[in-house]
């Protein structure tokens, strides 16, 4: 890293922050220092991003985005603190190399390396030894420019790569570098074993299209088929995908893809998708952020067998509980043993086309899932079923998103009940009929339907537990009055997020959001000598009736 902050300083006094994010957006000149435009990290139809370039920061006011010119490179081109300090660098004319300590003389020379590496495999490639490696490409039909614009090589064989180490030794690199940046290792012999021989060499750029690792696909017969770099101070696996340099020159003409390997990529690419790869690994929360660095929507197709399944479910997992608003995975399940480039080739691009269409979104998923629980010849199962839908649900940080989940699967939940229910061939007015002769038959007083409503929220608030047994009703009873509503909508969130919640701390809840009046106004009626409630002497099965009776008499009164 940089001992001191002069080159930081040194670029915010030559380059104004307008000047860098005009590049990217259209500013609105407010006085001679200040600018307003669209927000480039949120959808909105009216500016609320404002630049100053008097106290070199950005904020937005509709969703909080604040930094100065070098976290808005990070952020906008999802690059590292240091490749975005070499980018404004360039930008502002800076040699670099100036503030150079020996840490950032030592990354440099990594990185000369790996390239250096890059072009003797792209030379091999292209050299009598290609030949393997050519032919498995022309069999693939791989587009010649694509073979140049994702720079592949070739390894060579074992003295290749011995001549390959010692042109670099002679060039004045040191062998502890070339075994740092993942090239060979060195057993307790000294001897040196070298990971990469007769592969197909794919390198892997980080997102300012520097290389920085290779992906290797073995020519002949032998294990392991897929070989990467091993993680190396310019590499790290969990953090960094596959394809990013080049899918940003496509990412506005088809839908995104996120796929599982580097041939993926470079199939999809040849078809026009921006398409990155999460390198073989169980996608990480830092994969996950820079995928949706580039596209608010991703498609996830990975291969149709049984572990690409279980991969995409694992994306999934990963995804739901740290669900953001406009950030959308859509999964994509393709045929038993077919890839995307087996897919395409088979079928063609109009029928890819159909298959992301037809994608399963987050809450697709969910519902699928569940829906294995279900044995038909069991009803029990449904309560799983149920279970296993509101415990996913639950697992979401973002409160709308839970809020918006929620209620979108207890509606399917209703529907699905509707559809399987046993008493589907009972006449619609029979049942209407029968339901309130028996409802008839208690003793609740009659009252009117805003009392009702009102008794409900009373007995609710009183009785948070009530809201666990009766909660499908209560989720869609839909009030005229939209402050019970409100109230109602509140209360059933706040036990949904709290099942062991008591009234004192509800009611103080209720208080804190604002509904102290109308709290206030329900518990000063006399809701308990409507309802025939002793005070000093209440069951809760006297309630849970109760309950059950309003909800039902309005079911009636509402049909």
Not at 316 to 324: C, Q, S
Not at 346 to 366: C, H, P, R, V, W
Not at 490 to 516: C, H, Q, R, W, Y
Request: proline share 3%.
């Amino acid at each position: 890293m940089y001992k001191n902050e002069n080159v930081k300083e040194e670029i915010k006094n030559k380059l104004k922050l307008s000047q860098v994010i005009s590049k990217n957006l259209v500013l609105k000149k407010k006085d001679n220092s200040n600018f307003l435009a669209l927000c480039p990290f949120h959808k909105e139809k009216t500016p609320s991003f404002t630049i100053s370039d008097e106290k070199g920061f950005y904020h937005c006011f509709g969703c909080g985005k604040h930094g100065d010119v070098f976290s808005y490179i990070m952020e906008t081109e999802n690059l590292g603190f240091l490749d975005a300090l070499s980018n404004l660098a360039e930008q502002a004319g800076i040699v670099i190399s100036d503030y150079n300590t020996n840490e950032r003389s030592d990354l440099r020379v990594l990185y000369d390396i790996v390239r250096r590496v890059s072009d003797s495999y792209i030379k091999n490639f292209n050299s009598p030894i290609g030949e393997k490696a050519r032919k498995y490409l022309a069999e693939r039909n791989c587009d010649p420019n694509l073979i140049k614009d994702f720079l592949i090589g070739y390894s060579g064989n074992l003295k290749s790569n011995k001549y390959l180490v010692s042109t670099l030794l002679k060039e004045g690199y040191l062998i502890d570098d070339i075994i740092k940046v993942g090239l060979a290792k060195k057993y307790q012999n000294n001897n040196l074993v070298y990971y990469f021989q007769e592969r197909l060499m794919i390198p892997i750029l980080n997102n300012s299209g520097r290389v920085i690792a290779f992906g290797g696909r073995l020519l002949r017969s032998g294990e392991p088929k897929y070989l990467n770099s091993p993680e190396t101070p310019l590499f790290r696996k969990g953090k960094q995908l596959f394809g990013v340099f080049n899918a940003k020159k496509l990412i506005k003409k088809k839908r995104f893809i996120v796929c599982e390997g580097y041939m993926d990529v470079i199939a999809l690419t040849k078809f026009g998708y921006p398409c990155v790869a999460t390198l073989g690994t169980s996608v990480t929360e830092d994969q996950i952020n820079n995928i949706f660095s580039l596209s608010e929507n991703a498609f996830l197709v990975f291969d149709g067998d049984e572990a690409g399944k279980k991969a995409s479910l694992r994306v999934f997992e990963k995804n739901l509980p740290i669900l953001k608003i406009n950030n959308n995975f859509k999964f994509v399940f393709l045929p038993e043993k077919m890839d995307p480039e087996d897919f395409l080739t088979k079928y063609g691009e109009n029928e890819f086309e159909k298959l992301l269409d037809n994608a399963l979104s987050m809450l697709d998923l969910i519902w699928s899932e569940g829906m294995k629980l279900v044995k038909g010849n069991q009803p029990e199962t449904n309560a799983i079923f149920w279970s296993f839908l509101r415990n996913k649900v639950n697992s979401i940080e973002d409160f709308n998103l839970k809020l918006a989940f929620r209620d979108e699967i207890e509606r399917r939940i209703k529907v699905y009940r509707q559809k399987n229910n046993s008493f589907n061939n009972i006449k619609p007015n029979d049942f209407k009929y029968k339901s309130y002769k028996l409802l008839q038959q208690q003793k609740l007083p009659k009252t009117g339907v805003e009392i009702k409503f009102e008794a409900i929220i009373y007995i609710i608030s009183k009785y948070p537990s009530m809201c666990s047994i009766f909660n499908e009703k209560l989720s869609f009873l839909d009030f005229k009055d939209q402050n019970l509503n409100a109230i109602k909508d509140m209360i059933l969130e706040l036990v949904f997020n709290k099942p062991t919640i008591n009234s004192e701390d509800l009611n103080a809840e209720l208080i804190n959001k604002g509904f102290a009046i109308h709290l206030s106004k329900i518990m000063q009626s006399n809701i308990p000598v409507r309802l025939n409630l002793n005070k000093h002497k209440i069951e809760i099965s006297r309630i849970r009736e109760i309950l059950k009776e309003l909800l039902d008499l309005i079911n009636i009164k509402l049909v």
